[in-house]
């Protein structure tokens, strides 16, 4: 797909084209936009906790409501759309084809079909912001009895348009359809995995890419049930007067909690599992070596995706669960890590003693581990250490725990895979000097943002705060400047991100083309086709002939042996 | 392994479409396990709970057990019409499933107006009223699982008449209609479990 | 540099120590991740030998560095977890007997506090209703019933540590037993709406004897 003829046919594309690389673009730009705006909502309210009385251009003085629709809707799109948007729908669509040696997905009208729910799911929740609750503000996790109410603001929610015709019901179907979507790609992901792959290569062939989105996708199918229902019964309790989460009525808050978490936790594994895969061709590639410990890692992130169903309480130590269950909570976050440590010991043994070159796309992905592991995954411990956790929930510390996930996961590894495929997919080669500062940037600031946030939560600090200036304890001493310091590095973080979209759009239509379709020296398939790939991806289906990461063989005379090549 | 299915440039041996099929069927699964787990949280909360079942109507839901039943073997013959490529019988077996799943719709609304005007709705104002809330609870639930479970009655009923028609229409496609055929024991077996938990636990 | 607020109930030292003994171990494996990701990166033009570089990392002879790695966090992994048993049981599970006995509700968007008027017990008809002021004596084993009249909120006193959900419909009895006198705030610590970051209280702890005293002049008003 070469984005030099899109301006020719481009609305014929956009609706009609089944070719897997267009349905991702298509993906890539619609989560990016959704994704803006949650940037942009960061931006302002942090703005507004450094700096309280400052009017913000379009966002006016913001008041606690408007402060609580911010977070909220921060939180639901760059966890829900964002991340998964990326990570699974994009990427996976991208990839998976390609990097199988076949044609295109099991079920092209399928897939297609599963980006019209994505975004329908993204125009329903706009929508939700023009709603008389002028968007929903009851945190991502969307618990009642706050979500089935209006928040005490008294606007027209006593007949049943006034609840139907809600940001609280429109946030939710937006989330339902979504999950459709969802479900429905990664059923084709699944099915592309097993039957469409290139003659000669086995399972245990595959990219690990590959094999990481799929069993996101299915780890995905298997926790989001429980919460379907649940958000059923909670449309239902918004809208036609049942109680099920309601405890003047027999019902019960904690039940929508668990429904939740049971998905929430497996989620986040979800966002996880695609990251790591891109970190693994990524490493693979600038390491010139192959990756260490292959059938150990599909092995252990097994063992993490059944462990990951039993975790999910560790978000519920203080909510009024029996604390003998908590315990057993406890024991399971622990052990979780294990597997997960075995992954990233893996990557840091594919990088010892290796052939390593500090592309680009290299330094997005050792940054991505190091703070994933050492601020994230660490910090995961404390968490999990359940009487620690007494203290340190719902404040800035977990805060700064699951930026310190997410972010390298989805937006350090994603700029990873995106500065390594750009060229593949367009053409065309992205600015480096650009490249070069948006990672520069993106590292200070994050952490410019990130490092204060633990020591603030460690203060004592309250998370979803709409202000702490009125609260002595947290006044005092350097934590306003702590605060400050947070949120000019948010702003320069978010803002440092227009310099990767400008050199995306600019480098898509103007950029260098690329003088070779293998400019990494890469083995797997996609680099043995034209860049970008054809409509069917190959002129001739490639053969294969041993696993994804060939580098450095003894028996070969250049130092990578592509997976479609004899010896 | 006796399958209709083809995969096109593809050398492995797992049918395509049932694959997906029995990932969609373990995904729904869960939704409805979701909804079980629920209910039994809720039963094991109150002891009141089971009496609410006493109003459920045991022969209606019983009759529609065993239409369900009948209606998934009307399905196997299908399919057995399918793997010999016999059109006509293939109509005739899938017609009969699908009049199946309207006498279990035709008994469900009977069931649901009944116990509407009992009083007995997903919100139950009057005995809400009364201050019986366990009993409201039940009936949310109980609407809640049957009208899930209904719709994808509805839902699996017009993926066999689509099927169907399509296959009567190109001739080829046969393949489909054990699919389809999967997800209507689905829908079966979901029934089976709520029968016994809605209509049997007092 | 002070990290915590200063801890001023009996069990909070726990949960700090917890911490430090978490972030030290933590900290010995960030520098140990840190070299073997840097010392690639910098000794990056020393070019490896093909047969010191094609290493797949299968066999438990390769695999044997990780396998003593997941081994060695799995120890530390189990110390953690023994070493908050102790806390764990003590503040969650554990009831010491009451000395005081207090309810504290949480409402949109302030708390209100229950305290049992003159015959001691609390969900009698002389039961006092305050808002936002815990007065508690020091050095006693305070209970505290938690509850919400609307959504979740949580009570969460950061200087004694602690916190716990309050939900609707629900009575959940924590303990706490201060070791300092002076005034605490107290927070809420659950997403509750509009009001959720006004819900600032304040804990007076007392003495036993000025304790009384404030206790009776409350009483009789």
Known sequence: MSMAHVKKGFWHRFFFSLDHKDIGLQYLITTMFIAFFAGIFAMVFRIHLAYPDVSIPLFGTIGPKEYNILVTNHGLIMVLWLSMGVLLASAGNFLIPVMLGTDDMAFPKLNKLSYWFFLSSVLVLIASFFMPQKGFGGGWTLYPPLSVGDFGYNTAYKSFAGRFFSSNTFVLLAVALEFVSLLMGGINFMVTLFNKRAKGMGLLQVPMVVWMIVIASVLFMFSVGPLVAGTFMLLLDINAGTGFYDASRGGDPLLWEHLFWFFGHPEVYVILLPGLGILAEVITTNARKTLFGYNLILVLVLIAMVLSLMVWAHHQFVAGIDPRAATVFSILTIIISLPFAGVILSFLATLWKSNLRLTLPMKWALAAIVLFTILGGFTGLHLGAALFDVYAHDTSFVVAHFHYTLIPVVLFSGMAGFYHWFNKFSGRELNRFLGNLHFWLTFIFFNGFGIPLFLLGLAGQPRRYAGYDHIPYLSEGHLPLLREIATISAIILVLSQFIFVFNFIWSAFKGKKISSTNPWESTTLEWQTDSPPPHGNFEVYPVVYHGPYEYNRPDTEKDYLPQNQKL | MNTLSISKIAWNRIPQARLAMWTLIAGEFVIFGGLIVTYLLNRMKYPGWGEMAMHTNVIAGTINTFVLLTSSFFVVKAHEAALKKNIGKIKFWIWLTILCALIFLGIKAYEYTHEIHAGFTLSSPALLAQGKHVETLYWSLYYTMTGLHGLHVVAGALALFFVMRNISKTGTHFHRIEVAGLYWHMVDIIWIFLFPLIYLIH | ?221
Not at chain 3, 10 to 31: E, K, M, N, P, R
Not at chain 3, 33 to 62: A, C, H, M, W
Request: proline letters at 4%.
């Open chain 3, 1 to 221: 540099m002070k990290i915590f607020p200063e801890n001023v109930s009996d069990y909070g030292h726990q949960i700090d120590s917890l911490f430090w003994i978490i972030t030290s171990v933590a900290g010995l494996a960030s520098l140990i991740v840190l070299f073997l990701v840097f010392y690639p990166v910098l000794t990056r033009n020393k070019q490896r030998s093909k047969d010191e570089i094609y290493v797949k990392g299968r066999g438990f002879k390769q695999l044997k560095w990780i396998y003593l790695a997941i081994f060695i966090m799995a120890v530390a992994d189990f110390s953690f977890l023994i070493i908050e048993s102790d806390g764990w049981i003590k503040i969650e599970e554990s009831l010491p007997q009451e000395e005081f006995h207090v309810a504290v509700v949480g409402k949109q968007w302030l708390w209100e506090v229950i305290y049992p008027g003159l015959d001691g017990k609390l969900y009698t008809a002389d039961d006092i209703k305050k808002f936002n002021t815990l007065i508690v004596p020091k050095d006693a084993v305070v209970h505290i019933d938690l509850s919400a009249y609307d959504v979740l909120h949580s009570l969460f006193i950061p200087h004694a540590r602690f916190k716990n959900d309050c939900l609707p419909g629900r009575k959940i009895t924590r303990w706490v037993k201060f070791t300092q006198a002076g005034t605490y705030p107290m927070v809420c610590a659950e997403m509750c709406g509009i009001g959720h970051s006004r819900m600032i209280g304040k804990v007076v702890v007392l003495p036993q004897a000025k304790f009384q005293n404030e206790l009776a002049k409350m009483y009789k008003k």
